[in-house]
Nanobody, 124 residues
Framework: QVQLAESGGGLVQAGGSLRLSCAAS????????MGWFRQAPGKEREGVAC????????KYADSVNGRFTISRDDANNMIYLDIKNLTPEDTGIYYC?????????????????WGQGTQVTVST
């Protein structure tokens, strides 16, 4: 059974940092693009970062560029999202996802597998 499991969320003060992790199991995603999405309360899900299968190319949403860093450790089937300078607007559920067709794009409908999400709450 293919699974993506996110972890690392929590309650953080504004200005703080977090590392979100995504563990893949059931198959290897080393040859596929991976992405991180988030959904804030009352808002649609948005893509925040994606990384190509070779790890050489990354993309970020304008709203997070410079503060978010996506990375991957294919040897251990892990995807990470490092977040710094958190703001209350970063509050939401963060999901990792796998794109089997390698579109390298931050559009959720292009992704095939999803985790259950991890909650990030940023307080003022």
């Amino acid at each position: 059974q293919v699974q993506l499991a996110e972890s690392g969320g929590g309650l953080v003060q504004a200005g703080g940092s977090l590392r979100l992790s995504c563990a893949a199991s059931g198959r290897s995603f080393s040859s596929h693009d991976m992405g991180w999405f988030r959904q804030a309360p009352g808002k649609e899900r948005e893509g925040v970062a994606c990384i190509e299968d070779n790890g050489h190319s990354t993309k970020y949403a304008d709203s997070v560029n410079g503060r978010f860093t996506i990375s991957r450790d294919d040897a251990n089937n892990m995807i990470y999202l490092d977040i710094k300078n958190l703001t209350p607007e970063d509050t939401g559920i963060y999901y990792c996802a796998a794109d089997l067709d390698d579109h390298n794009i931050l559009i959720d409908v292009q992704y095939d597998y999803w985790g259950q999400g991890t909650q990030v709450t940023v307080s003022t």
